[in-house]
């Protein structure tokens, strides 16, 4: 099992080519159903350079009263399309949990796209882990400890590659440096999607 330190499994390249398109194409199909979104930070409203949806039960949005779930496109006003069997599938396949998730975040990274680092402690029970998949161009990625100031260290993450941050990793801080742009041809418009499989409730 591929650990980075405790709770943290990285499996490098756990979906192969066909099964990368595949999922972009599903993925391309549900966000004309739910279209990305640009969350704003909680009081000062700045706008997040990620965009933004969701499939599942419950999304993750944010804006200028806070950050929660709802069961709403915060634009349409629909509800999130269901998540594809095809990520029940891996969830099952990695996350080693055997309660299925009720949310899944969609983050869309152009080349200039970043996310400081934060928790992610919007969750009702720590105990599920979070499943993240990577399409499209590459990343640096950046993760440390439950504090703010402990040591942090970067890899790079690759279109088709699963983490799963489970255990002592789940409250630990996080965020992507930098988008490594021309580094795939997965994505058109290019860029990079991030999907978080979660228990939100
Ligand atoms: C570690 N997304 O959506 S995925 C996020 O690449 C988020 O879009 C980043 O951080 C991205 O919240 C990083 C890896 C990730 C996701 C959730 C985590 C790492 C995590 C939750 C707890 C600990
Ligand atoms: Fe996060």
Redesign the pocket.
């Known amino acids: 099992m591929p650990l980075l330190k405790p709770g943290?499994r990285l499996y490098k390249t756990a979906l192969d080519q066909a099964a990368q398109e595949a999922l972009r194409d599903e993925l391309r199909e549900l966000l004309r159903d739910a279209p990305l979104f640009r969350p704003a930070m909680p009081r000062s409203g700045n706008p997040f350079s990620?965009r933004?949806s969701n499939c599942g039960p419950l999304g993750?949005v944010s804006d200028i009263s806070g950050y929660r779930y709802q069961a709403h496109h915060p634009e349409t006003g629909r509800p999130w399309p269901p998540m594809p069997e095809s990520l029940l599938a891996l969830w099952r396949a990695f996350s080693e949990c055997d309660l299925a998730p009720d949310a899944c975040?969609i983050?869309f990274?152009d080349e200039q796209a970043r996310?400081g680092a934060?928790?992610?402690r919007d969750e009702a029970d720590f105990s599920a882990p979070?499943l993240?998949i990577?399409l499209g161009d590459s990343?640096r990625?950046r993760?440390g400890g439950d504090k703010r100031r402990d040591r942090s260290e970067s890899i790079r993450?690759d279109s088709g590659d699963i983490?799963v941050?489970g255990g002592p990793?789940?409250?630990?801080?996080?965020?992507?440096d930098r988008i490594l742009p021309g580094t795939s041809t997965l994505l058109d418009p290019d860029g990079?999607i991030?999907l978080?499989l979660?228990r939100a409730k």
């Open positions: 943290l990620v933004m993750w975040l983050n990274y996310m934060h928790q992610d979070i993240s990577s990343c990625f993760y993450l983490l941050f990793a789940r409250l630990m801080f996080h965020g992507v990079r991030n978080t979660r």
